[in-house]
């Protein structure tokens, strides 16, 4: 099956249940991706800032964690690469080092691995970059082909948009790969009061309440849908005894919505939400509980200056 393919069964599908859900992985088309670079910049989305000043400050403590062995080429390999803007910070201080790595930003979008490994490349030029396109889960198992031992890169709190079940499969299975003494290095967004994390996802530049419609004009784009966007708003909720921001996008009127490439109308009731994302926070707790049995353990945790944000060094 095709991308589009899958992406259009997930609509279906997802419209059609009874509490409506779209996954966010659908937001990164090409203006999804500047959309999200822009929320990246707004004052109230702390969390590239915080993990930005663990990057500049402690890389020299992070590689320490790392234990690198100077005599062996290892791959740095970071799922969800991004803009690449806080690794740089990391790859720096390794090619200061003189250690022999390959660098292998992974990402789902194409049009992000063209940035970041045109820039990279043109501010490190004596680094070995290896773009992988590709979801997650789909690129383990060519990920983990080469011998070389792995440093694993997942950053930004991107675990922290799959439930806590995949979240917990996909750490199990990344462990299931990694060899004994192996690490991955784990950015978390940690829980904290509502009134600092519910405005990072209600920005009041309005980045991220386009960036949550986007998604519907993407579905009227590909699929020849008929979502009048002026119809459906963002709806951010965040309660701290949950630790999850979720995103919604909420229908204003009692409004049906015609999908060509269906040939199907789906009914929205006035109020009626579409879930089209989560944002766990995390603690040690929690990110314990989902490390159960994976035989993988936290190492060390660094911290930027509001403990607002945690990067774990996990080992195997
Ligand atoms: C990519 N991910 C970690 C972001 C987050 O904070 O959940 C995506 C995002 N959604 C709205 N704003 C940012």
């Keep these: 099956m095709t991308k589009n393919t899958t992406f259009l069964k997930d609509v279906n ?22 959309l999200f670079q822009q929320i990246m910049e707004m004052p ?43 690794t740089q910070y990391l790859l720096e201080k390794l090619l200061e080092k003189h250690l022999k790595f ?16 045109t820039r990279l490349k043109k501010i490190f030029p004596n680094l070995h970059i290896e773009a992988m396109q590709g979801e997650y889960f789909q690129v383990l198992e060519a990920l983990f082909q080469s011998k070389n ?34 690490k991955l290095l784990l950015g ?27 998604l519907l004009e993407r579905i009227n784009h590909e699929f020849g849908a008929d979502f ?28 049906s919505v015609f999908i060509k490439a269906l040939n199907k109308s789906f009914e929205f009731a006035e109020g009626e939400l579409i879930t089209t994302e989560v944002s766990r926070k995390y603690n040690d707790k929690i990110l314990n509980k989902i490390l159960e049995n994976s035989n993988m353990e936290i190492q060390e945790k660094f911290l930027d200056s509001e403990n607002y944000f945690a990067d774990y060094i996990l080992t195997k």
Excluded: R
């Design 13 to 34: 599908d997802g419209l059609s249940q009874k509490v409506k859900h779209i996954s966010s992985k659908y937001f990164y088309d090409k203006k999804g991706d500047q």
């Design 44 to 86: 109230e989305y702390y969390l590239t800032n915080c993990e930005m000043e663990i990057f500049k400050e402690q890389s020299e403590a992070i590689i320490s964690a790392f234990n690198i062995n100077e005599n062996q080429e290892f791959e740095l390999i970071e799922l969800g690469a991004g803009d690449g803007k806080k």
């Design 102 to 117: 390959k660098y292998i930003p992974v990402d789902i979008s194409q049009n992000s691995l063209d940035v970041i490994s």
């Design 149 to 182: 031992p792995k440093i694993i890169l997942f950053i930004g709190s991107n675990l922290g948009n799959l439930n806590d079940e995949v979240a917990h499969d996909f750490l199990h299975k990344l462990s299931d790969n990694l060899k004994w003494g192996e």
């Design 188 to 214: 978390l967004d940690l829980i904290k009061s509502k009134n600092i994390v519910l405005p990072a996802y209600n920005d009041s530049a309005g980045i991220t309440k386009a960036f949550n419609i986007n």
């Design 228 to 255: 009048n966007l002026e119809k459906f708003d963002h709806f951010p909720y965040y309660e701290e005894e949950e630790g999850i921001a979720k995103s919604f996008l909420k229908s204003k009127i009692k409004q």
